[in-house]
Nanobody, 119 residues
Framework: QVQLVESGGGLVRPGGSLRLSCAASISAFSMYTMAWYRQAPGKQRELVAS???????NYADSVKGRLTISRDNAKNTVYLQMNSLKPEDTAVYYC?????????????WGQGTQVTVSS
C-alpha cells in the first residue's frame, strides 16, 4: 500500500535547474525522515539530502549550496530543488522514506527519476 512516486527529472544543460518531486502515498507521512539518493551507472547509491520530521536538512558535501530539500506535510510530498547543475549530478534519483516504529525500521523507496546534465 506504500508508494513513492518521483517526478521532475529530465535533460538539462550545465548550470541549469530542475525540481524533483516525490509524492508519498503513505500513512503518517509527517513521522518519516525523507531523503533523496542518487545512483549513476556502475557506482554506489549515495545519499544526497535528507530532511527530518522537524525540518532539519542534511546534505552531501558535493551538493551543498546547490540543492535544497523541502517537504510539504499537507501534500505528503518532498522536493529537491536542484540549481547550478553539473554533469557529475547525472544519475537516477530515488526518493526514500524511513522511520523507526515500536519494533521494526520502516524503509521505502520510489522507482527513481533520471536526471541528465549535458550540453
Amino acid at each position: 500500500q506504500v508508494q513513492l512516486v518521483e517526478s521532475g527529472g529530465g535533460l538539462v544543460r550545465p548550470g541549469g535547474s530542475l525540481r524533483l518531486s516525490c509524492a508519498a502515498s503513505i500513512s503518517a507521512f509527517s513521522m518519516y525522515t525523507m531523503a533523496w539518493y542518487r545512483q549513476a551507472p556502475g557506482k554506489q547509491r549515495e545519499l544526497v539530502a535528507s530532511i527530518t520530521t522537524g525540518g532539519t536538512q542534511n546534505y552531501a558535501d558535493s551538493v551543498k549550496g546547490r540543492l535544497t530539500i523541502s517537504r510539504d506535510n499537507a501534500k505528503n510530498t518532498v522536493y529537491l530543488q536542484m540549481n547550478s547543475l553539473k554533469p557529475e549530478d547525472t544519475a537516477v534519483y530515488y526518493c526514500n522514506a524511513a522511520r523507526i516504529a515500536f519494533g521494526p525500521l520502516l524503509n521505502y523507496w520510489g522507482q527513481g527519476t533520471q536526471v541528465t546534465v549535458s550540453s
